[in-house]
Structures are given as structure tokens and as C-alpha cells.
T-cell receptor, first 115, second 110 residues
Framework: DGGITQSPKYLFRKEGQNVTLSCEQN?????MYWYRQDPGQGLRLIYY???????QKGDIAEGYSVSREKKESFPLTVTSAQKNPTAFYLC??????????????FGPGTRLLVL | EDQVTQSPEALRLQEGESSSLNCSYT??????LFWYRQDPGKGPEFLFT???AGEEKEKERLKATLTKKESFLHITAPKPEDSATYLC???????????FGKGTRLSVIA
């Protein structure tokens, strides 16, 4: 089955701790994205990567870091500098190319809670 | 700055009561407009992509339309299983990320 997987489904973070959220896709998509979703806020872009070994900050990158060492993987680290990390985190991917390939597909999400 | 505004924020319908959700956008050089459905605690599920004014797409009880300033998601004779949050997003010319609206939370009551 082709798709996007995120793990874990739930993650608990202690104060001062860095945690890493996993995102893997087997769709052979070039671009990958991380969003944060809070109630009433919609989806806000954290980081995105259009090609391996390259990534760009989104609207709310402070307190987060990413890497893109492999095409299929785009892990997100929530650092201790992120003071309000409790949220639902969504990973997405899409193919780069003509407009008819612009559709972005989402993973099932990871809910991060602070202890 | 690209903006996407969805209305209403929440909509409550009786089963069988047809209605429409609105997505208005301000973006230069629209490349595509996307509709997603999101159930609580899950990732958004892709529904439609619209590329040019006048375009329409249908899937079961849902029909999406596009003008130069807005898109509508028409729901005909909705059922309780249509209850979800519906998200609209746009992408403009160039290789830029999607810009999302805040969504419309739809509840269909039996």
C-alpha cells in the first residue's frame, strides 16, 4: 500500500526535552511538509522540503528543526525552545511538476502532549 | 499576501437538508484550489482539485465549483456520515506551499 505514515500516534514530552516525530512516505514524492493544527487555527506550515538535503522555514518554524537525508523521510524535532508544543502535527507530501500533480496528501497525524 | 477565508465556521444541518460551504480567496495567479475533508483526530482526506473558473467536480453528494474569487462545496441531501471539517486550500503560480483556510465544521443530524 502506498501512503504516508506518521509515528507515534501520541507523544508525550517532558519540559526541557526534545522529541522527534517521524514521517515516511512510499509515494516517491519529491516534496514533504510539516503542519501544526490547533483548534480554531487551521493548518500552519512549520517546514517544507522540495528536494533531498534542502528545506525551507514555514510560517511558524521557531522551536522546530527538520532534516531531509532521504527522499522518503522527513522527521520533525520539537525542541525545548518550543514553549507551547501541544498540538496535532500533520505531515504531507506531493509530487513536484505540472499543476495537475499539485495535490498534497496527508499522513494520519501525531498528537503531542506536554506532561 | 495570499488569503483563504472559509464560511461559515460551523454549520448544522438536518439529514437531507442541502447547503453550501464557501471558500473565498485572494491570490495572484491561482494554480489550483483544493478541498479536503478531515475527521476528528485524523489527517485531511483529499476530495477535489479545481484549476480554472467555471470548473466543477462531483463525488457522491459533494459538488465543488470555482469562480475567479471563490469556490463552493455544495452538499446535496447530506447524511450523518458527511459530518466533518471541510478544508479549502490554494496554491498560486510557482512552487509554493498550499495556503489553507481555517475550515468549516459540518454537523449533519439524523
Amino acid at each position: 500500500d502506498g501512503g504516508i505514515t506518521q509515528s507515534p500516534k501520541y507523544l508525550f514530552r517532558k519540559e526541557g526535552q526534545n522529541v522527534t516525530l517521524s514521517c515516511e512516505q512510499n509515494l516517491n514524492h519529491d516534496a514533504m511538509y510539516w503542519y501544526r493544527q490547533d483548534p480554531g487555527q487551521g493548518l500552519r506550515l512549520i517546514y517544507y522540503s522540495q528536494i533531498v538535503n534542502d528545506f525551507q522555514k514555514g510560517d511558524i518554524a521557531e522551536g522546530y528543526s527538520v532534516s531531509r537525508e532521504k527522499k522518503e523521510s522527513f522527521p520533525l524535532t520539537v525542541t525545548s525552545a518550543q514553549k507551547n508544543p501541544t498540538a496535532f502535527y500533520l505531515c504531507a507530501s506531493k509530487q513536484s511538476g505540472p499543476a495537475d500533480q499539485e495535490t498534497q496528501y496527508f499522513g494520519p497525524g501525531t498528537r503531542l502532549l506536554v506532561l | 499576501e495570499d488569503q483563504v477565508t472559509q464560511s461559515p465556521e460551523a454549520l448544522r444541518l438536518q439529514e437531507g437538508e442541502s447547503s453550501s460551504l464557501n471558500c473565498s480567496y485572494t491570490v495572484s495567479g491561482l494554480r489550483g484550489l483544493f478541498w479536503y475533508r478531515q475527521d476528528p483526530g485524523k489527517g485531511p482526506e483529499f476530495l477535489f482539485t479545481l484549476y480554472s473558473a467555471g470548473e466543477e467536480k462531483e463525488k457522491e453528494r459533494l459538488k465543488a465549483t470555482l469562480t475567479k474569487k471563490e469556490s463552493f462545496l455544495h452538499i446535496t441531501a447530506p447524511k450523518p456520515e458527511d459530518s466533518a471539517t471541510y478544508l479549502c486550500a490554494v496554491i498560486h503560480s510557482g512552487n509554493t506551499p498550499l495556503v489553507f483556510g481555517k475550515g468549516t465544521r459540518l454537523s449533519v443530524i439524523a
